[in-house]
């Protein structure tokens, strides 16, 4: 049967292709990661320590600008009590309904989980060159000593609000898009990439 | 270009940043005993020192939290970031 969820289609199909065609390892690659659940979750001191965790099935980090990570999921913590939880798509809203049990059960009290999968888009940019491609857009210090493996950051790419954040040490980085802006950007990526990938 | 140092993110360029004007600049304890003049010197009426100055920033493009800093006004120099508001833990 089809539902829905096949008929979607990502902010960013109009461009996957040339995306994904776009490089190669040793200089840059793109690839959008479409329908990821992504869930921002707010909550506060009132809140019993380690209900988040249950909820989540791992610990929220503390510190702005860090991340933690069990498998696919991932929790960006953005700012102070505030965090966007990521994970691969889902067909049923498992973790939607895990938060939403536990919004339920804190009685509504200092908690909030909202679903806004649909609000962003993915972009994984990686390889020896993605740093240089993201710095021409970009003014944060993406240098080892200053952003590295599981830091994060909400800030500008290109003047297009993004939520930056490093995978691995390729390097890869995530860059998490608004929808309506994820056009604009993949093209300003491609752009930014001439000089790297010919 | 100033380098604005939030006290969540550390320093990032102003373009993430809106102004928020004269800190600590008190809401009156009883609005309705308050007169037309004021009012005007509650709304319009700020410090306007050359040399340090005490304002608030929101980091709009970042963690959106509100603090304080003290800025020189003629060096633009930038100390002593603060949170203030309900999001500061
Ligand atoms: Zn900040």
């Not at chain 1, 009685?107 to 972009?123: F, K, N």
């Not at chain 1, 993406?142 to 950051?153: E, M």
Request: aromatic share 8%; glycine share 6%.
């Amino acid at each position: 049967m089809t539902t829905a969820l096949d008929r979607r289609r990502s902010p960013l199909a109009v461009v996957s292709d040339r995306l994904a065609a776009t490089g190669s390892a040793d200089t840059v690659t793109f690839a959008e990661r479409p329908f990821r659940v992504q869930l921002e979750v707010r909550a506060g001191a009132m809140l019993r320590p380690g209900v988040l965790d249950d909820a989540l099935g791992l610990h929220p980090p503390a510190e702005v600008g860090t991340v933690a990570r069990r498998r696919e999921r991932h929790v960006l913590c953005l700012a102070p009590s505030w965090w966007l939880v990521t994970d691969e798509p889902e067909r049923e809203p498992r973790l939607e309904c895990a938060l939403a049990e536990l919004v339920r059960t804190a009685g509504g009290i200092d908690v909030s989980a909202v679903d806004v999968s649909a609000q962003r888009t993915t972009i994984d940019v990686a390889g020896p060159s993605a740093r240089d491609v993201l710095a021409h857009g970009c003014s944060l210090d993406l240098h080892p000593s200053a952003f590295t493996v599981d830091s994060c950051a909400q800030t500008t790419l290109a003047k297009a609000q993004v939520v930056l954040q490093q995978l691995d040490d390729a390097p890869t980085y995530r860059v998490h898009v608004r929808a309506s802006f994820a056009d604009y950007l993949a093209h300003w990526l491609l752009d930014a990439a001439t000089e790297y990938v010919h | 270009m100033l380098s604005i140092p939030c006290p969540w993110c550390g320093d990032r360029d102003e373009t993430e940043f809106r102004y928020g004007g004269e800190a600590e600049v008190a809401y009156p304890a009883d609005p309705d005993a308050v007169d037309d003049p004021a009012w005007r010197e509650y709304l319009f009426v700020r410090a306007n020192p050359k040399g340090w100055f005490k304002e608030r920033w929101v980091h709009t493009a970042g963690c959106r939290q509100w603090f304080t800093v003290h800025r020189h006004t003629v060096t633009y120099e930038i100390r002593d970031p603060q949170p203030i508001g309900e999001g500061a833990r």
